[in-house]
């Protein structure tokens, strides 16, 4: 079975930058979608991107950002590390959270309509925390 783990979470100030990373354990992650969320204190799980399998076909379109995280957040795979990266630039407060990488490793599509809803995926890293301070 294949493991998600979490990394890179800290403390940042606010407009600084910091890179998560997604790695799997057991198996690869190049042909499944794979999605970002975040859960703050007392609030409920949230999805902010949603990224393709790598040999997804182009119809597929791209990544997907929330508005929230547009311009900012940057999403990107080593396959052969079997690793995706988070990348995220200007942070704000508000974006303290445990932040959580999920796989579907189920479906044979893609669809941000799909892949932006927690509950549609199958396995699930335990996440890492950022803390957005001065």
């Known amino acids: 079975q294949v493991q998600l783990v979490e990394s890179g979470g800290g403390l940042v100030q606010p407009g600084g930058s910091l890179t998560l990373s997604c790695a799997a354990s057991?198996?690869?992650?190049?042909?499944?979608?794979i999605g970002w969320f975040r859960q703050a204190a007392g609030k409920e799980r949230e999805g902010f991107l949603c990224?393709?399998?790598?040999?997804?076909?182009?119809?597929?379109?791209?990544?997907y950002y929330a508005d929230s995280v547009k311009g900012r957040f940057t999403v990107f795979r080593d396959n052969a590390k079997s690793t995706v990266y988070l990348r995220m630039n200007s942070m704000k407060p508000d974006e303290t959270a445990i932040y959580y990488c999920?796989?579907?490793?189920?479906?044979?599509?893609?669809?941000?309509?799909?892949?932006?809803?927690?509950?549609?995926?199958?396995?699930w890293g335990r996440g890492t925390q950022v803390t957005v301070s001065s």
């Open positions: 057991g198996g690869t992650l190049d042909s499944y979608a």
């Open positions: 999920a796989a579907d490793f189920t479906r044979q599509y893609y669809s941000p309509s799909i892949h932006m809803v927690p509950s549609n995926y199958d396995s």
């Open positions: 990224t393709k399998p790598s040999d997804a076909l182009p119809h597929y379109g791209g990544t």
